[in-house]
């Protein structure tokens, strides 16, 4: 399974990017994105699950929003109200269990990296 991920960039503080993630396959039931700043540890930003429920770290929730296309085998993360402290390298997973809650995943997709700053 190869997942593929674009959509980082320079961005304004209070600036929006939507990041976009392709899974090769439809046999992936969770996905989810992480991010990892300078000197921090990689950390859950969203996740949603086979059934379409999600679930979001607290830094996000109200700005940030997860979402798939089972159609296209693919993730979305809608990210609004950006700041600097959003800055890292975004990574998105996937995994074949259909509500994983854990951090290893079976599937990851290379970095986008996104950087808030003016």
């Known amino acids: 399974v190869q997942l593929q991920a674009s959509g980082g960039g320079l961005v304004q503080p209070g600036g929006s990017l939507r990041l976009s993630c392709a899974a090769s396959?439809?046999?992936?039931?969770?996905m989810a994105w992480f991010r990892q700043a300078p000197g921090k540890q990689r950390e859950l930003v969203a996740a949603i699950y086979d059934d379409g429920s999600t679930n979001y770290a607290d830094p996000v929730k109200g700005r940030f929003t997860i979402s798939r296309d089972n159609a296209k085998n693919t993730v979305y993360l809608q990210m609004n109200s950006l700041k600097p402290e959003d800055t890292a390298v975004y990574y998105c997973?996937?995994?074949?269990?259909?509500?994983?809650?854990?951090?290893?995943?079976?599937?990851w997709g290379q970095g986008t990296l996104v950087t808030v700053s003016s």
């Open positions: 997973a996937a995994d074949r269990h259909p509500r994983y809650n854990g951090v290893s995943y079976d599937y």
């Open positions: 396959v439809r046999t992936v039931y969770t």
